[in-house]
């Protein structure tokens, strides 16, 4: 996906980092492949839209409504299947570094990676793959927690 996208964004493409289940080996996950990519200035990516529509990608602007303002991007297949999912942040936007090291957390702890797995599993015979929004806010609260754990883990490793 770098090498699609790098060179719509030239010289504002900073870097890409495969996030969200699929970056994480033994995890379970929808197909579909999510991904950061940072930008030096995100006010210059609305100039983008038509490029990424030409290539297939959907803009949906700061849909997610994070505080810290980002664009995202999705690119489905013909039977509407989400594919990819691009998170285009700042530089500088913490939500970045928490993500990668989340994902690197995840990675690197097999049990914090299992619980990941059961929770997911209890919520998906909760909610089922019908109700994608129930299941989203389910986790909510379950990965605040990890992310705390990988915060500490992450202070631990740099010290």
Known sequence: MATELSPIFGENFIKIEHIGSTSVPGMIAKP??????????LDHVKDLYTTMSNYGFKSFGNFIQKAEPEEYFAKDNELGERLFSVHVMQEG??????????RDYLVANSEARDAYINYKQKL???????????YGKG???FLEELKSKARAWQEKNLN
Do not use: H, R
């Not at 579909?32 to 200035?41: E, F, G, H, R, T």
């Not at 998906?124 to 129930?134: A, H, R």
């Open 139 to 141: 986790k909510v609260n």
């Open 32 to 41: 579909q492949i999510d991904a950061i990519l940072v930008v030096k200035d």
């Open 93 to 102: 936007n913490p939500e970045i570094e928490d993500t990668i090291n989340f």
């Open 124 to 134: 998906m015979q909760e909610f089922g793959d019908q109700d994608y929004n129930s």
